[in-house]
């Protein structure tokens, strides 16, 4: 993997400053960009072109929910990694769902920052532990007597074999060795994947299958 171009949204300069110092031993991550909120990240962003996004939530001026957004809608090129204090299911569901590849709180090590920036790079997003529970808690807590998508949402056997892979964490070359076909065929399947059910990455499509129990 080569150099990975990161920026820093965050309104506590010490704690920007704290993140960049500890990733610096990390030669293929260089920090081209850093801002005290969502507008100034914007503003930079076109001249910084970051492959990656370490995105804070509460900011002034545009806070992290709607830049994420924003994002996503114009920059899909872009993975953003949300890393903040607020560790409430509400905002890993909705973040997920609404645009990021990653979902991290501030006290994760820098060893799993590295990680999460590699992988949503590599794989198109990154679950951790946190993020893993709150999957399963909800998937455990489904009242499946009340009507849902899972009643309506039909895939293929193949398409059922790519998401389950998606979700084991294979990337598309891999997925592609796995069942015989070629990585474009699985790009392929991700995106009709997505936009049959309107997501917006990987990591939402994720979300989708979990919740929608479409893998077993």
């Known amino acids: 993997m080569g150099e990975i171009k990161v920026a820093i949204a965050d309104d506590h300069k010490i704690f920007r400053k704290g993140v960049i110092l500890s990733l610096r031993h990390y030669s293929n991550i260089k920090f081209v960009l850093e801002a ?15 492959d990656v996004i370490l995105m804070d939530l509460r900011m002034p001026v ?17 993975f953003v990694i949300v890393l903040t204090m607020h560790e409430e299911e509400k905002f890993v569901i909705h973040l ?9 709180l501030k006290s994760t090590d820098p060893v799993e920052i590295k990680k999460a920036i590699t992988d949503v ?9 946190f993020v893993n529970r709150i999957l399963i808690k909800r998937s455990q807590s489904k009242n499946r007597s009340i009507p849902s998508l ?10 059922k074999g790519v998401l389950e892979l998606i979700c084991l964490e294979y990337t598309s070359q891999e997925i592609g ?5 070629s990585s474009r065929t ?7 994947l997505m936009e049959r059910f309107g997501l917006k990455n990987t ?11 479409l893998i077993e």
């Open 177 to 181: 060795e796995k069942m015989n076909i």
């Open 121 to 129: 790079v590599d794989k198109g997003f990154y679950l951790n532990h």
């Open 203 to 213: 990591a939402g499509l994720v979300f989708f299958a979990v919740k929608n129990n």
């Open 150 to 159: 899972s009643n309506e949402v039909e895939v293929s056997e193949r398409e």
């Open 96 to 104: 997920m769902e609404n645009g990021a590849n990653g979902y991290l």
């Open 186 to 192: 699985v790009e392929s399947i991700k995106e009709r």
């Open 62 to 78: 545009k806070d992290g929910i709607e830049t994420t957004k924003y994002i996503s809608l114009h920059y899909p090129d872009i």
């Open 36 to 50: 005290e909120n969502g507008q100034q990240l914007l503003d930079g962003i076109r001249e910084a072109k970051p």
